[in-house]
Each structure stands twice: as C-alpha cells, then as structure tokens.
C-alpha cells in the first residue's frame, strides 16, 4: 500500500496501543535499498559496500523546534528527515537510511502519527532513503528522533578540520530565509496573509529544504572542509574555522556580491514585518539592517558551507557562490571568523546585532540557532 493509498486512522495513540500504532506505521515507510533486514525485526541490516557509515542523529522537541499550531504533522517529519539527510550530505556522503524514535502523549491523534510518517516517506522516497526501524514511547510532549545513515561511496569523509590558507568559503543554499520565515510565524502572519518571497520564507522555516546533491558534489571538487549551516552562516563558520586552525573572512554583505543577493531578496519581507510591529525602524535602512541580521545569525537553512582550493573554482556545482576566503591566522590573531574583515566573532558566541531592530517585540537572537537558549 503506498502512502497516499493509506487510510486515515482514527482514534489517539492510547486507543490504538503501540501494537496498532506500528501496524499503522510501517506501510507509511519507505524501505532502503540498502536494507538486507527491514521493518519488524530487533534490528534492521544495512549492506555496507564501503566498508563504512556516516551516522547522525537530531531531536525535535515539540514547542522548540516545531509548534504544532505553526506546522502540520507532514511538514514536522518532512523537517525531521531533511535536517538529518543534510548532516550526511555535508560529510559528502549519500544518505541510505533513518531509524525514528518517537515520544508521544497518549492523547496524539493517530491521524497526526500516521502524517508525520507520510512527511518522512514524502521527503525520504525520492532519495531512496528508507526508514527502516526505531522506537516508540509516551511522554508528555511529542519528540522525534531522528538517526541518519550515509553512504561515502569509497570517498574520504569532509570533515571541519581541513580548511587551508588560500582556500575559497564557498556556500550552496539559502541564508536567512528560516529566520525570515520564523520571525514571520511569531509576528502572527497565517497562510492567507504572505505570497511570494514571504510565503516561500515561512515554509522554508517550517521544511527546510536543504541542497544535498551538493555535499558529494562539492567534496568530489575537491572540497577540504564542510558543514551544514544549520545554527547560522557566524556561527557555523566560526566552528569551521576553529576545527581547522584558520580564519574564515566573510565578505561585506552589503557589497555588490553573493550575499548582496540575499539582502535584497529578504528585505521585502522585513518591511512587511514592520506592518506589525516587527522592524524598527519601518524603513529600507531598517528593513536591510533586519536582512543583514537573519542572512549572518539567522539558522536552520541548511545550506552546505565548504572550502576549496582556488583551483576549484570551475568545478563548483550548480548554485554554489563564493562568499569569502580562508587565511592563517596572522601574528597574535586567533583561528575564529570575521566579518568583511571587521566585525570579530570569538569562541562560536557572535557578537553581531542590530541595535533598534525588533522581531515580534523583542531583539533578534545575536548567535543564531542555540538549543540552550
């Protein structure tokens, strides 16, 4: 049975029990080439013709990573697959498998169990990426688990730690549209109120939508360091920059380039948040300051940020743009990130904000995704 072929259930999860709830669930789930062993058993068995496996693991917490007023069952588990799929791509390895563990109040919809499982199928069936095991439980909120497995392919994994001087910071995706789109959630925009850019940015936040084709493809280029910016573009160059032992410059924003495209492109929804109290204040220098903030501190887009060798440069794939250069760190400097050469960022804390730039009331966060925060 496929899944849009699968019926609805009814009922909650305490009716059903978890007998029933995985007799639902496992027509919902796509299976893996790889799988020697699926669905049903203690253990599922993956074939691993690489001789190794890129693991990876996330937790969606319900009311800090998704809010169920916000996002459809569907877009959670779609959100829960793509930001795991982009953690094997940026080791530059193809995603195989996910194994799910789910906490669930007894309460929960069966029907509301049964979507996100068509979320991760939906996101995860035209990979080829199967779902092929996990773990139900109960508890007082919804939490999704999610563990990924990628195939390298007979390639070295792209680690952090690789960054060399001269080498180009380069980025596929996008930056500072789940910000964008977040901001626009908490300012109380509903779907019969955005079009375009707005609209695109609110359902960026809700699904990320992650380039994965792009991590093998940037580590068959010749990439020497990776990683998914899933925390902000600062932030997770900074980690990038401190695992290699280098300094990452970013260019200017506001000068004519990459990031000048982000800027413009996010700046209409800035203004429009102004309408409701959001940017302060309502005019195109404040609308552009708010784009700076989400295009540098703003995560969970999931773009793949990586270093090559100026060699590389006409290897890049298919929507990668150079968006700074990599330098050792010169006399009393320390490994970190910098800002068009300026604005200094220590210790994976940025320092970056906008002084009279609200977003729903109150500041924007200045060091990006936190989970502790």
Same mark, same amino acid.
């Given at each position: =049975?496929?899944?849009?072929?699968?019926? !609805?259930?009814?009922?909650?999860?305490?009716?059903?029990?978890?007998?029933?709830?995985?007799?639902?669930? !496992?027509?919902?789930? %796509?299976?893996?080439?790889? *799988?020697?062993? +699926?669905?049903?058993?203690?253990?599922?068995?993956?074939?691993?013709?690489?001789?190794?496996?890129?693991?990876?693991?996330? &937790?969606?917490?319900?009311? $800090?990573?998704?809010?169920?007023?916000?996002?459809?069952?569907?877009?959670?588990?779609?959100?829960?697959?793509?930001?795991?799929?982009?953690?094997?791509?940026? =080791?530059?390895?193809?995603?195989?498998?996910?194994?799910?563990?789910?906490?669930?109040?007894?309460?929960?919809?069966?029907?509301? &169990?049964?979507?996100?499982?068509?979320?991760?199928?939906?996101?995860? *069936?035209?990979?080829?990426?199967? &779902?092929? @095991?996990?773990?139900?439980?109960?508890?007082?909120?919804?939490?999704?688990?999610?563990?990924? =497995?990628?195939?390298?392919?007979?390639?070295?994994?792209?680690? $952090?730690?690789?960054?060399?001087?001269?080498?180009?910071?380069?980025?596929?995706?996008?930056?500072?549209?789940?910000?964008?789109?977040?901001?626009?959630?908490?300012?109380?925009?509903?779907?019969?109120?955005?079009?375009?850019?707005?609209?695109?940015?609110?359902?960026?936040?809700?699904?990320?939508? %992650?380039?994965?084709?792009?991590?093998? *493809?940037?580590?068959?280029?010749?990439?020497?360091?990776?990683?998914?910016?899933?925390?902000?573009?600062?932030?997770?160059?900074?980690?990038? !920059?401190?695992?290699?032992?280098?300094?990452?410059?970013?260019?200017? %924003?506001?000068?004519? +380039?990459?990031?000048?495209?982000?800027?413009?492109?996010?700046?209409?929804?800035?203004?429009?948040?102004?309408? $409701? @109290?959001?940017?302060?204040?309502?005019?195109?220098? @404040?609308?552009?300051?708010? !784009?700076?903030?989400?295009?540098?501190?703003?995560?969970?887009? /999931?773009?793949?940020?990586?270093?090559?060798?100026?060699?590389?440069?006409?290897?890049?794939?298919?929507?990668?743009?150079?968006?700074?250069?990599? /330098?050792?760190?010169?006399?009393?400097?320390?490994?970190?990130?910098?800002?068009?050469?300026?604005?200094?960022?220590?210790?994976?804390?940025?320092?970056?904000?906008?002084?009279?730039?609200?977003?729903?009331? $109150?500041?924007?966060?200045? =060091?990006?995704?936190?989970?502790?925060?």
């Amino acid at each position: =049975m496929s899944t849009a072929e699968a019926p !609805a259930a009814r009922g909650t999860v305490s009716d059903l029990g978890e007998t029933g709830l995985l007799a639902a669930l !496992a027509p919902l789930l %796509p299976p893996s080439p790889a *799988a020697l062993v +699926g669905v049903g058993d203690d253990c599922a068995v993956l074939a691993a013709p690489d001789g190794r496996y890129c693991v990876s693991t996330d &937790v969606l917490v319900e009311g $800090r990573h998704f809010r169920t007023g916000w996002m459809s069952a569907q877009q959670v588990g779609r959100r829960a697959a793509a930001q795991n799929l982009a953690d094997v791509a940026a =080791m530059g390895a193809v995603p195989v498998a996910l194994v799910v563990g789910l906490v669930l109040p007894g309460d929960t919809p069966v029907s509301w &169990v049964t979507d996100l499982a068509r979320g991760l199928g939906r996101a995860c *069936a035209p990979l080829g990426v199967g &779902v092929v @095991g996990g773990d139900l439980s109960s508890g007082e909120s919804i939490m999704v688990s999610v563990t990924v =497995m990628g195939d390298l392919r007979g390639r070295p994994p792209v680690l $952090r730690g690789g960054a060399h001087d001269g080498d180009l910071l380069v980025h596929v995706g996008n930056l500072g549209c789940g910000a964008a789109g977040l901001a626009l959630l908490e300012a109380g925009y509903g779907d019969a109120d955005l079009t375009g850019t707005a609209a695109r940015c609110r359902e960026l936040f809700r699904v990320p939508c %992650p380039p994965l084709e792009a991590g093998p *493809a940037l580590a068959l280029a010749g990439a020497t360091a990776m990683m998914d910016v899933s925390d902000s573009l600062v932030r997770d160059a900074d980690r990038l !920059a401190r695992a290699s032992g280098v300094v990452a410059q970013i260019d200017e %924003p506001d000068a004519p +380039g990459a990031l000048d495209a982000d800027l413009a492109l996010l700046e209409p929804v800035a203004l429009l948040l102004a309408g $409701r @109290g959001g940017a302060a204040p309502g005019s195109r220098a @404040g609308a552009r300051a708010l !784009a700076r903030t989400w295009v540098l501190t703003g995560g969970e887009d /999931h773009g793949m940020l990586s270093t090559l060798p100026r060699s590389s440069l006409g290897h890049l794939p298919r929507g990668a743009r150079v968006i700074g250069s990599v /330098h050792a760190p010169r006399p009393g400097q320390a490994p970190g990130v910098l800002v068009a050469g300026r604005a200094r960022y220590v210790g994976g804390i940025p320092g970056f904000t906008t002084a009279g730039v609200l977003v729903a009331g $109150r500041a924007p966060a200045s =060091m990006g995704w936190d989970h502790f925060h």
